[in-house]
T-cell receptor, first 113, second 117 residues
Framework: AQSVSQHNHHVILSEAASLELGCNYS??????LFWYVQYPGQHLQLLLK??????LVKGIKGFEAEFIKSKFSFNLRKPSVQWSDTAEYFC???????????FGQGTELSVKP | GAVVSQHPSRVICKSGTSVKIECRSL??????MFWYRQFPKKSLMLMAT?????????EQGVEKDKFLINHASLTLSTLTVTSAHPEDSSFYIC?????????????FGSGTRLTVV
């Protein structure tokens, strides 16, 4: 069964700094991976997703993630963060093909203006 | 795009009463809906999976008699918190899964903040 973990619990950055949030998954077979963002007081929004093909996935708002099978990782990156990126970020994986989504612990990102 | 409407967004109820939360897929048929609970500064904890026309599947440790889930149609699932207590206060989020093909589309509702006093 799939599981996913996020090791960064709270990240604090200044504007224009580069961002990388870690996500590691446990399953070695076919894997689908998601990154979601939850802005303060708002609902979850999909940032990007990986199903197959190019391991470098581009998402909305300048975010990207790279699927590295050998490292069981799907880290989220952004070259230059903005204050408006302050939010909670969740990595997620379906429990099985097309099944329930299992979320990582979440990473709180605080961007200082 | 796919939209999921969750209602109410906030509810305050007295201890011992029941509260119903609705989750509707507005522009697609959701064969499966999921109910999550989110504590402050914490991740989303899956409570149950509901499939239209069948009984919900609850995650381990979730009381099925306390959290009643009904998925009577392809566009509506409800979560009823029965005999609510202050420890049930939380943020409840539904997610609907619909469509076909390899793009496993999960759409989330905006959540319901439940406060039991």
């Amino acid at each position: 069964a799939q599981s996913v973990s996020q090791h960064n619990h709270h990240v604090i950055l200044s504007e224009a700094a580069s961002l990388e949030l870690g996500c590691n998954y446990s399953y070695g077979g076919t894997v689908n991976l998601f990154w979601y963002v939850q802005y303060p007081g708002q609902h979850l929004q999909l940032l990007l997703k990986y199903f197959s093909g190019d391991p470098l996935v581009k998402g909305i708002k300048g975010f990207e993630a790279e699927f590295i099978k050998s490292k069981f990782s799907f880290n989220l990156r952004k070259p230059s963060v903005q204050w408006s990126d302050t939010a909670e970020y969740f990595c997620a994986v379906p429990y099985n093909q097309g099944g329930k989504l299992i979320f990582g612990q979440g990473t709180e990102l605080s961007v200082k203006p | 795009g796919a939209v999921v409407s969750q209602h109410p967004s906030r509810v305050i109820c007295k201890s011992g009463t029941s509260v119903k939360i609705e989750c509707r897929s507005l522009d697609f048929q959701a064969t499966t809906m999921f109910w999550y609970r989110q504590f402050p500064k914490k991740s989303l904890m899956l409570m149950a999976t509901s499939n239209e026309g069948s009984k919900a599947t609850y995650e381990q440790g979730v009381e099925k008699d306390k959290f009643l889930i009904n998925h009577a149609s392809l566009t509506l699932s409800t979560l009823t918190v029965t005999s609510a207590h202050p420890e049930d206060s939380s943020f409840y989020i539904c997610s609907a899964k619909g469509g076909t093909g390899g793009d496993y589309g999960y759409t989330f509702g905006s959540g319901t903040r439940l406060t039991v006093v």
